[in-house]
């Protein structure tokens, strides 16, 4: 007998009086699915889910994701779910409560019983897999959720990095619902402040400018590293998608089937808005104006439980919600509250069912659902299709006023009325110049100057950009260059080194120095530096000295740079020489003995450490137009910088007769740094060179490194892949 069949056995043989009343455990159930379910491991240890229906794969990458990482898929849900402070103490609180103003557990619970019987079937078999994995794992301790119910995926239906509830500052929150120890610092930057970009790069190729006359996919997700893993999901029912799935979702996110590719991007659309409340107290009651009427409040209680050394300890809240959204923070004597798109049963449904379009057609009619709120989306297909679609959820407003302040609640000219049809928004399908693409930048240079959406066309608040980004306009530089792009040529263009910013200003760095007295005293300090820099030809490479050098310099005046006086630009030139002198015994220091790679350990918070091994990386922060992204810094213990985020999965696609990619994942699929898959692709990630994707059962089974059901084998599963 296997250890399958001996799990199966032993679970069956459970004494549990819920077998003799239903027939079968919840325990017995899982088993018999699992025995259903094949995970074929591929040689870099990414799964590949096979199953007979769309749930039994639901069912098998959840148990294969929790494998790779279990901390990252619970840590996920208890955000969403507001119950971090449960595992993170009273500093969590005001994030729970952030996301309990739109996540009400009884009410996902409520959403989930009126949803359709197939998203059912798929919801339940996201807490099956997830559940035997911890029933066949007893060596696995969950920080917060032992049993997982399947209503809980409403919390989390958008896979993109920062939901859009996460635009509400976690300072203002508490300032106005006090009651427990304030976050340390907002979530919202300051005036001035630097924050590193986040956002995505997608580009596709049409067959018209493709050598073999296929359409190409680039997939460039800018993320924190570690963010999602990268699997395939294959049912007989009609799935069989491969990309990257956020931690706990049960959807290919940004990834490709057979026939079609889809890739998300950040969206500078004003799709959020904040209303200005007029309040009106009676006694104990609370009401808000709109037009001629005064309307109730909504009020209720929530209360947060959080970890102190002697147990678990609640703080109750009492939220208050107008007809546009909760309030959550309170300006010039008015409360404000925030309205956003909140369809998580239909959110869910077009994240999961876009993954089965194998047309133009069929994808966009997932699109008319609407949720996909936060990402622009570009799409490519085997009939030599590609499209790109802006934010799918803009409401229509009013484009008298100004969306990007708070508008006045009593006025019912501020309602909503509806959502912009997908015809309505910046749309692209099949541009004469054969490509298109979206780096987080405005749609109106999404296929080049002549063939773009125009932003006259459209209200004001499609779009919130009002300049070009420096990734954007490396991209028109390098994109319409070729009328012969292939896989690799396309992967070629992605990396392509040129640092735009630089170029743009660094002119007026020498202009400065050129202009120097002859007796000044940095005529003579910054001479090399600035020979150094003028003789430059603004590509990165990890042997760069110059790449160092501006870097540093570009990061002492970047807030500054367009009001900065001469003295500035040549005094943070000093300032950059000094610290590279400072940290690294001179200034004449290689790009790539700073810029680095790390991983080390499976903490979800970034750090680093100088006297641990990291390998160097060529490409920069896309602050600086870098088309391939690395978010690198300080931090209190290091004097070199280690990348957080950034490129975090890449994968380029060709649509043909049989669908082609390569790809690669920042370190590797495991989250344990037993795994030889923790850290084996992190050679691979830093110079660009991508691997070859096992796509078709043959090529994955000739690239087995393990195959087996889900619960077998799994004292070995335990100890990491």
Request: glycine fraction near 6%.
């Amino acid at each position: 007998m296997n250890k399958l069949s001996m799990v199966v056995a032993m679970l069956i043989t459970l004494p549990l009086a819920a077998a003799a009343q239903d027939g079968a455990t919840d325990q017995s159930r899982w088993a018999e699915q699992a025995h259903r379910i094949t995970i074929v491991r591929d040689t870099w240890g990414i799964p590949h889910v096979y199953g007979q229906t769309d749930a039994d794969a639901v069912f098998g990458v959840l148990y294969a994701q929790a494998e790779d990482d279990f901390n990252r898929v619970e840590t996920n849900y208890l955000t969403a779910l507001g119950r971090l402070a449960e595992a993170d103490g009273e500093r969590a609180i005001y994030s729970d409560l952030r996301y309990r103003l739109i996540n009400d557990p009884a009410d996902l619970q409520a959403q989930y019983e009126r949803t359709e019987p197939w998203l059912k079937t798929l919801l339940q078999a996201w807490a099956d897999g997830l559940n035997f994995y911890l029933a066949t794992h007893p060596s696995v301790k969950p920080r917060v959720i032992t049993h997982f119910e399947p209503w809980m995926p409403l919390s989390f239906s958008d896979g993109s990095i920062g939901p859009d509830i996460e635009r509400v500052d976690l300072t203002q929150l508490a300032a106005f619902y006090p009651g427990a120890a304030a976050p340390e610092r907002g979530t919202v930057p300051a005036p001035g402040e630097y924050v590193e970009p986040t956002g995505s790069n997608g580009v596709a190729i049409s067959p018209k400018i493709e050598k073999n006359h296929h359409a190409l996919l680039l997939i460039n997700p800018h993320t924190s590293f570690f963010f999602r893993e990268e699997a395939q999901m294959v049912s007989d029912e009609g799935l069989d998608a491969y990309g990257a799935m956020t931690w706990g979702q049960f959807f290919v996110y940004q990834g490709f089937n057979e026939r079609a590719g889809w890739m998300h991007t950040s969206s500078g659309v004003d799709n959020i808005d904040e209303y200005a409340e007029t309040i009106v107290k009676k006694g104990d009651a609370i009401y808000y104006k709109y037009g001629s009427q005064e309307r109730p409040v909504t009020m209720r209680t929530v209360a947060i439980s959080y970890k102190t050394p002697s147990g678990q300890q609640q703080k109750s809240f009492t939220i208050y919600s107008t007809q546009h959204g909760p309030v959550v923070r309170e300006a010039d004597g008015k409360w404000i509250s925030v309205r956003l798109m909140q369809e998580p049963v239909k959110a869910i449904t077009q994240s999961f069912r876009r993954t089965k379009a194998r047309s133009y057609k069929a994808f966009v009619d997932t699109m008319q659902l609407h949720t996909n709120s936060s990402n622009n989306t570009i799409y490519a297909d085997a009939d030599g299709n590609i499209a790109y679609f802006h934010s799918n959820f803009i409401p229509k407003r009013d484009p008298k006023f100004d969306w990007t302040q708070p508008v006045d609640g009593s006025d019912p000219a501020t309602d909503w009325h509806g959502v912009l049809s997908v015809d309505e928004t910046p749309h692209l399908l099949n541009p004469p110049n054969g490509w298109l693409y979206n780096s987080n930048n405005w749609p109106w240079s999404a296929a080049g100057p002549d063939n773009s959406p125009k932003r006259s066309d459209y209200p004001v608040y499609v779009e919130r950009a009002t300049e070009e980004t420096p990734r954007g306009e490396h991209a028109l530089k390098v994109f319409p260059s070729r009328t012969d792009y292939t896989i690799d040529t396309l992967i070629t263009t992605a990396y392509d080194s040129y640092l735009p910013w630089f170029a743009d200003h660094l002119p007026a760095l020498l202009q400065a120095y050129d202009a120097l007295p002859a007796g000044s005293p940095l005529k003579e300090k910054l001479a090399e530096q600035i020979e150094t820099l003028r003789h430059w030809d603004y590509r990165w490479s990890t042997s760069s000295v110059p790449t160092a050098l501006a870097v540093y310099w570009g990061q002492a005046i970047f807030n500054r740079v367009n009001r900065a006086s001469r003295d500035d630009l040549l005094n943070a030139l000093v300032h950059a020489s000094d610290r590279l002198a400072q940290d690294f015994g001179t200034w004449r220091t290689a790009w790539g003995d700073i810029n680095r790679f790390q991983r080390y350990d499976d903490a979800i918070t970034p750090h680093a450490d100088d006297a641990r091994p990291s390998i160097p990386v060529g490409f920069t922060s896309s602050r600086w137009g870098s088309l391939a992204s690395f978010g690198a810094r300080r931090y209190p213990n290091t004097k070199k910088m280690y990348g957080y985020t950034g490129n975090s999965f890449v994968a380029v696609v060709e649509f043909g007769d049989r669908v082609h990619a390569r790809a690669v994942t920042a370190g590797g699929v495991s989250g344990n740094p037993a795994s030889p898959h923790f850290n084996d692709q992190a050679s691979r990630y830093a110079s660009g060179d991508l691997r070859e994707v096992y796509f078709y059962r043959a090529d994955v089974d000739a690239h087995a490194e393990r195959t087996y059901h889900p619960g077998q084998d799994t004292a070995r599963a335990g100890s990491g892949r």
